[in-house]
Structures are given as C-alpha cells and as structure tokens.
C-alpha cells in the first residue's frame, strides 16, 4: 500500500512539473509574439462607436457634477419653533 502511495505520488509530481515547464514555455512564446508585433501609435488608432459614447457620457457626468450644489439641509430651530406652537 505505502508503495502504491510513493508511486501515485511521484507520478503526480512529475505531471505537475510538466505542466509548469509547459505552461512557462507558452506564456514565454506569448510574450516573444506580442514584442515581435509593431505597436500602434494611440493617435492612430480610431475608438469605436461605443467608446465614443462611453467617453460622452462620462463627460456629462462630470460636467452634472461639477456644477452640483450640495442642498442646504432646513434650519432646526424653525422646525422646533413650529413643532412646539401646535
């Protein structure tokens, strides 16, 4: 039974292992492929419709919030003063 046990064990050690080095070799290849790629100037680069959008509509929230006036809230006395006449 134990050697059944360090069998299963170094055998799944070694998978795992395997799959490090794979997965290592792949995000490396990956990134070799990104640099190789040219890089597009920003200003080249047209945005979508939807990020148009996007950009509209934060624009008008700040703007609505620039312009926001915090409401003053009602004096307590003159609520006190009108609760205690009835």
């Known amino acids: 039974m134990f050697d059944m046990f360090k ?8 998978a795992v292992v395997i799959g ?13 492929k990104e640099k190789d790629k ?3 100037p ?8 939807r990020l148009q ?3 509209g509509q934060v624009e008008d929230y700040a703007r609505k919030l620039a312009n926001f006036k915090k409401p003053t809230p009602p ?4 609520q006190d003063s009108m609760s205690g006449e009835e």
Do not use: C, H, M, N
């Open 42 to 49: 920003e200003e080249t680069r047209e945005a979508s419709k």
């Open 20 to 32: 490090w080095i794979a997965y290592g070799v792949w995000t490396i290849r990956k990134r070799s």
């Open 75 to 78: 004096d307590k006395s003159k």
């Open 7 to 14: 069998i299963l064990t170094v055998t799944l050690t070694i």
């Open 38 to 40: 040219p890089a597009e």
């Open 53 to 55: 959008e996007a950009r």
